[in-house]
T-cell receptor, first 113, second 112 residues
Framework: KAGVTQTPRYLIKTRGQQVTLSCSPI?????VSWYQQTPGQGLQFLFE???????NKGNFPGRFSGRQFSNSRSEMNVSTLELGDSALYLC????????????FGEGSRLTVL | GENVEQHPSTLSVQEGDSAVIKCTYS??????FPWYKQELGKGPQLIID?????GEKKDQRIAVTLNKTAKHFSLHITETQPEDSAVYFC???????????FGTGTSLTVIP
């Protein structure tokens, strides 16, 4: 069974640009969550999508957005990039069960110059 | 919102010794407490979890304890092995889906 796939794995952007990250969950999983991981803050929750609907949202500015498609694949977008957005963005796949196990991808490492 | 604090941030133990990582949480509504292990270059992986109606759970060399009154929970690893070296994260969640609040992580090094 294939795991969670995130693309791209690495990317470099400059301030003011925008970026789109993609996540393909485990087959059959309907929940996709996104987390931002930085050395100082650990893992911070961005949002969760379940059956194409945003089920939960963290405390990030509106520059961070996401969506989920009918095949459960998800994308997140960050507009008007800032230096502080440099981080590892992790996608986690789940069955959709409340408080179920999360299966994380290896992440997309974003560097903003 | 929920605030999860985790200590220590780094921990070194000799192979075969025990390791203990402690977390506290602030929101009494939290009722699910998983622990994740993250190896270098990989995403976190669930190693054990506990729900609020249970005080202790054990899985081979790993155990987790929960004190709801004091709002703290701990991870215990016995007979540590070099492959236990990784970053460990605690987390807390309510019944709202899969929104987890993570601690800042503990980097565990097991010295052979």
């Amino acid at each position: 069974k294939a795991g969670v796939t995130q693309t791209p794995r690495y990317l470099i952007k400059t301030r003011g640009q925008q970026v789109t990250l993609s996540c393909s969950p485990i087959s059959g999983h309907r929940s996709v969550s996104w987390y931002q991981q930085t050395p100082g803050q650990g893992l911070q929750f961005l949002f969760e999508y379940f059956s194409e609907t945003q089920r939960n949202k963290g405390n990030f500015p509106g520059r961070f957005s996401g969506r989920q498609f009918s095949n459960s694949r998800s994308e997140m977008n960050v507009s008007t990039l800032e230096l502080g957005d440099s981080a590892l963005y992790l996608c986690a796949s789940g069955s959709g069960e409340v408080n179920g196990e999360l299966f994380f991808g290896e992440g997309s490492r974003l560097t903003v110059l | 919102g929920e605030n999860v604090e985790q200590h220590p941030s780094t921990l070194s133990v000799q192979e075969g010794d025990s390791a203990v990582i402690k977390c506290t949480y602030s929101d009494s509504a939290s009722n699910y407490f998983p622990w994740y292990k993250q190896e270098l270059g990989k995403g976190p992986q669930l190693i054990i979890d506990i729900r609020s109606n249970v005080g202790e759970k054990k899985d081979q060399r790993i155990a987790v304890t929960l004190n709801k009154t004091a709002k703290h929970f701990s991870l215990h690893i016995t007979e540590t092995q070099p492959e236990d070296s990784a970053v460990y994260f605690c987390a807390a969640s309510e019944n709202t889906g899969n929104q987890f609040y993570f601690g800042t992580g503990t980097s565990l090094t097991v010295i052979p």
